[in-house]
């Protein structure tokens, strides 16, 4: 099969691309240069914001499916869709868990959130999406956009998978991701903790707010693994998909099994919000949690993590080893001591 990437570059991108090589298939990856592409991998130089100018080249290539890995906007689903209607057996986009309402709900964007009512979960790929779009500030989306280069303006998923989905010609696959760690992570998720047991702190401090939080994650090569699958399966036409680990842990319990991983020895202390240090505490309702099911994609296309979760935290905790989080901010040390002691 030939496939066209668009934007497979990055975090997750080069995943699905050793995914795909080793399945056989003949990839060119469009992207703006800023790096190499894969060995092996055809090339195609291009902004991701002006599709159409780069026509030519992509059609010459001739793939069979489309992966966008980088979609931000209903404006970009439309020009993907009008420029391979005819031209592709499918386009599969890269999506979000932060469609879904319960997000909304816990980021205070929809408009009774402060009062509810909470979003049933686990959810599925019927569960209930944001009523209100482009919930983001200029602000978030400038932090987004540090982090995730291809984050535009008129960010929002929501849009771009309605595009997608029901265009009548040219049929898609939505695959809505969680939040993905790994080797190469831009967030860090698991740094905060293993920096704080490589720097030999004996007790880490959750809030209770947040200890017991769940949310849908996923390990990156398995993830990668999921979106190889969708795009090779036609079985996968006209579906919607979430991704995830099937089981969700709190962030309390993600941390002992970094704890664990690390052989630590010490001391996690669950604190008040009122006792614990501001640095710690994050914004939002978090009586909503975002744990998300995966039955759908393991019933019909029979996907499996080909990487057990033992070996994707250790992967995790080695990588993070060897590139740590350097926001003083997150690291107050003394704050975090004064709490313990009070």
Same mark, same amino acid.
């Given at each position: 099969?030939?496939?066209? &990437? !668009?934007?497979?570059?990055? *975090?997750?991108?080069? *995943?699905?691309?050793?995914?795909?090589?080793?399945?056989?298939?003949?990839?060119?990856?469009?992207?703006?240069?800023t790096s190499a592409a894969p060995t092996g991998v055809e090339q195609i130089l291009?902004?991701?914001?002006? &599709?159409?100018?780069?026509?030519?080249?992509?059609?010459? *290539? %001739?793939?069979?499916?489309?992966?966008?890995?980088?979609?931000?906007?209903?404006?970009?689903?439309?020009?993907?869709?009008? +420029?391979?209607?005819?031209? =592709?057996?499918?386009?599969?986009?890269?999506?979000?868990?932060?469609?879904?309402?319960? !997000?909304? =709900?816990?980021?205070?964007?929809?408009?009774?959130?402060? !009062?509810?009512?909470?979003?049933?979960?686990? &959810?599925?790929?019927?569960?209930?999406?944001?009523?209100?779009?482009?919930?983001?500030?200029?602000?978030?989306?400038?932090?987004?956009?540090?982090?995730?280069?291809? =984050?535009?303006?008129?960010?929002?998923?929501?849009?771009a998978e309605r595009l997608v989905m029901n265009d009548p010609e040219l049929p898609?696959?939505?695959?809505?991701? $969680?939040?993905?760690?790994?080797?190469?992570?831009?967030?860090?998720?698991f740094g905060p903790v293993v920096k704080r047991i490589v720097d030999g702190r004996?007790?880490?401090?959750?809030?209770?707010?947040?200890?017991?939080?769940?949310?849908?994650?996923?390990?990156?090569?398995?993830?990668?693994?999921?979106?190889?699958? %969708?795009?090779?399966?036609?079985?996968?036409?006209?579906?919607?998909?979430?991704?995830?680990?099937?089981?969700?842990?709190?962030?309390?319990?993600?941390?002992?099994?970094?704890?664990?991983?690390?052989?630590?020895?010490?001391?996690? =202390?669950?604190?008040?919000?009122?006792?614990?240090? $501001?640095? +710690? +505490?994050?914004?939002?309702?978090?009586?909503?949690?975002?744990? %998300?099911?995966?039955?759908?994609?393991?019933?019909?296309?029979?996907?499996?993590?080909?990487?057990?979760?033992?070996?994707?935290?250790?992967?995790? !905790?080695?990588?993070?080893?060897?590139?740590?989080?350097?926001?003083?901010?997150?690291?107050?040390?003394?704050?975090?001591? %004064?709490?313990?002691?009070?």
């Amino acid at each position: 099969m030939r496939i066209l &990437l !668009i934007g497979g570059n990055g *975090f997750i991108g080069r *995943f699905v691309v050793t995914a795909l090589q080793q399945q056989g298939h003949s990839l060119a990856l469009f992207h703006r240069g800023t790096s190499a592409a894969p060995t092996g991998v055809e090339q195609i130089l291009g902004d991701r914001d002006r &599709l159409s100018v780069s026509a030519a080249e992509l059609k010459r *290539f %001739a793939p069979d499916v489309v992966i966008d890995l980088v979609i931000s906007s209903g404006s970009q689903a439309e020009e993907l869709m009008t +420029l391979f209607r005819g031209k =592709v057996r499918r386009v599969i986009m890269l999506s979000s868990i932060d469609v879904y309402r319960a !997000i909304g =709900v816990t980021q205070g964007t929809e408009l009774d959130s402060e !009062i509810g009512p909470l979003q049933e979960v686990p &959810l599925t790929e019927e569960s209930e999406l944001r009523r209100s779009l482009h919930p983001y500030t200029p602000e978030q989306l400038k932090m987004m956009r540090n982090l995730f280069s291809w =984050v535009t303006d008129d960010y929002d998923k929501i849009p771009a998978e309605r595009l997608v989905m029901n265009d009548p010609e040219l049929p898609g696959t939505v695959l809505r991701l $969680p939040m993905v760690y790994g080797p190469g992570d831009p967030l860090h998720r698991f740094g905060p903790v293993v920096k704080r047991i490589v720097d030999g702190r004996r007790q880490i401090i959750f809030p209770e707010t947040l200890a017991g939080w769940c949310s849908a994650r996923g390990y990156v090569e398995n993830v990668a693994a999921a979106v190889a699958l %969708a795009a090779t399966d036609d079985r996968a036409s006209r579906r919607i998909y979430n991704i995830c680990e099937e089981r969700s842990f709190s962030e309390l319990e993600w941390a002992r099994k970094i704890a664990h991983e690390m052989q630590w020895g010490g001391e996690f =202390v669950v604190l008040p919000v009122e006792r614990t240090p $501001p640095h +710690l +505490l994050r914004p939002g309702n978090t009586a909503q949690h975002w744990t %998300a099911t995966s039955a759908r994609i393991r019933q019909e296309l029979g996907y499996e993590e080909p990487v057990e979760i033992e070996e994707a935290i250790r992967r995790t !905790i080695r990588w993070e080893t060897e590139n740590p989080l350097a926001s003083v901010g997150q690291f107050n040390y003394a704050a975090e001591d %004064a709490a313990v002691v009070d």
